[in-house]
């Protein structure tokens, strides 16, 4: 990958942040790299603690909505095993069997292909990247190019340094925590956890499970819990909706 290609991915990103007069933060990635890769959706995600992947950026909410709230999918897949997942092809019968619940939704939701590139920090899987397509076929040797850079340039936000040259006269960049669509889902697991006596894993786990088991969104089974429209009780199986 060439100076110029990296210069070019840069400048993408730097360009959208300063039309959005705001430091570069990983929604600009987003947005450039689905510009730059023709995509329908790309997102940004953090292999968490309490919860097993967490969202930190999207350019659309549903794939990620889906795999957070399922735990199965393209990106729980290539953090577990921390390396790439690409599909060209989610309409496959492969895919359907690899993923029985996701595979169907995402093609629903106009999903043809989906690319995770895992966001390492030496053996460590710290997050992943997710492109995502409404047409099937891989990506070609300089999209790939391409969306390994802006893999890189996401992993240096993620760890609080600069992925810009000082040529391009930007400041350093913030580190990047959920925005605000997803910080949601923290705090209610935090709240859940208090009204379970349970530790944050357990309290995620029963937020999710909520929301599969009644078609609702996880981000908004959270602002439910977060607006005391939903609590969570340890000695019951039922939630308390009022």
Not at 64 to 84: I, K, M, S
Not at 169 to 178: E, I, R
């Amino acid at each position: 990958m060439g100076t110029n290609r990296h210069l070019d991915v840069l400048m993408g990103i730097n360009e959208i942040a300063r039309a959005d007069q705001k430091p570069v933060d990983v929604r600009h990635v987003c947005l450039a790299c689905r510009i730059g890769l023709n995509a329908v959706g790309v997102g940004i995600y953090l292999a968490g603690t309490a919860q097993p992947v967490e969202v930190v950026g999207t350019t659309g909410d549903e794939m990620a909505e889906l795999q957070v709230t399922l735990g199965e999918g393209p990106v729980p897949e290539a953090l577990r095993q921390n390396r790439p997942v690409f599909v060209s092809d989610l309409t496959g019968g492969l895919s359907a069997r690899r993923w029985p619940v996701f595979a169907p939704a995402a093609v629903a939701a106009g999903v043809a292909a989906v690319f995770v590139i895992p966001l390492t920090l030496g053996a460590i899987a710290l997050g992943a990247l997710e492109i995502c397509r409404d047409v099937d076929g891989p990506l070609s040797a300089d999209e790939l190019a391409d969306a390994l850079l802006f893999a890189d340039a996401v992993t240096m936000l993620l760890l609080g340094r600069s992925p810009m040259s000082a040529a391009l006269d930007v400041a350093d960049l913030p580190h990047s925590g959920p925005d605000g669509r997803w910080a949601v889902v923290h705090q209610a697991t935090g709240m859940a956890s208090v009204q379970l006596g349970a530790d944050l894993g357990e309290a995620f786990l029963r937020l999710r499970a909520h929301a599969y088991l009644t078609g609702v969104r996880l981000s908004e089974v959270a602002a439910d819990v977060v607006a005391l429209r939903l609590r969570f009780t340890p000695d019951t199986d039922h939630e308390k909706q009022t």
